[in-house]
T-cell receptor
Framework: ETGVTQTPRHLVMGMTNKKSLKCEQHLGHNAMYWYKQSAKKPLELMFVYNFKEQTENNSVPSRFSPECPNSSHLFLHLHTLQPEDSALYLC???????????FGPGTRLTVL | GESVGLHLPTLSVQEGDNSIINCAYSNSASDYFIWYKQESGKGPQFIIDIRSNMDKRQGQRVTVLLNKTVKHLSLQIAATQPGDSAVYFCAEIIYNQGGKLIFGQGTELSVKP
């Protein structure tokens, strides 16, 4: 276990649904991240939060909405997704934004 | 067995052999490199890291070599075991570009019993 947990592990949703992904880190880190991992592609950075403040939005569509209520929790709110959004969504945390990142197990998302 | 990273995304080795996974990077300003292992259905797991002022670093059964002249990074796994089967990613951080972690495509290692 890396100290980063994600729920749910699997999610199937329709294009009109609204759902949320949750990430929690127990490492005392200050930075948290959302990545998207599609088959046969490198990890794509989506969002970065440092001390609860969003420091990076990597041109992510507005149907993905992050929320970071404190340094230990990170959410990704999903609405009106497209089938091409189906992927593994990974959360990571690090002590600072230039330190090694530790990943959670991911949420496997399928959009029908 | 040896891979050439992005140009050979799969590497198959016999159990007990040594594995070498390669990674080429393009930015000579990269300061810090990390190798991750990702098993099926799991998130990437930190294996070993190396800073740009080092050429070699050893861990338990793993060694990372950094050749800054040719911008090449390799991960050597000694006595490869079936549990080493996974996708291996190299990642780099450039501190003066915001310190973002930049991932390579990954190499899939398959260990034959």
């Amino acid at each position: 276990e890396t100290g980063v947990t994600q729920t749910p592990r699997h999610l199937v949703m329709g294009m009109t649904n609204k759902k949320s992904l949750k990430c929690e880190q127990h490492l005392g880190h200050n930075a948290m991240y959302w990545y998207k991992q599609s088959a046969k592609k490198p990890l794509e950075l989506m969002f970065v939060y440092n001390f609860k403040e969003q420091t990076e939005n990597n041109s992510v569509p507005s149907r993905f909405s992050p929320e970071c209520p404190n340094s230990s929790h990170l959410f990704l709110h999903l609405h009106t997704l497209q089938p091409e959004d189906s992927a593994l969504y990974l959360c990571a945390s690090s002590r600072g934004t230039q330190d090694t990142q530790y990943f959670g197990p991911g949420t496997r998302l399928t959009v029908l | 067995g040896e891979s050439v990273g992005l140009h050979l995304p799969t590497l198959s080795v016999q159990e007990g052999d040594n594995s070498i996974i390669n990674c080429a990077y393009s930015n000579s300003a990269s300061d810090y490199f990390i190798w991750y292992k990702q098993e099926s259905g799991k998130g990437p797991q930190f294996i070993i890291d190396i800073r740009s002022n080092m050429d070699k670093r050893q861990g338990q059964r793993v060694t990372v070599l950094l050749n800054k002249t040719v911008k090449h990074l390799s991960l050597q796994i000694a006595a490869t075991q079936p549990g080493d089967s996974a996708v291996y990613f190299c990642a780099e951080i450039i501190y003066n570009q915001g310190g973002k972690l930049i991932f390579g495509q990954g190499t899939e290692l398959s260990v034959k019993p």
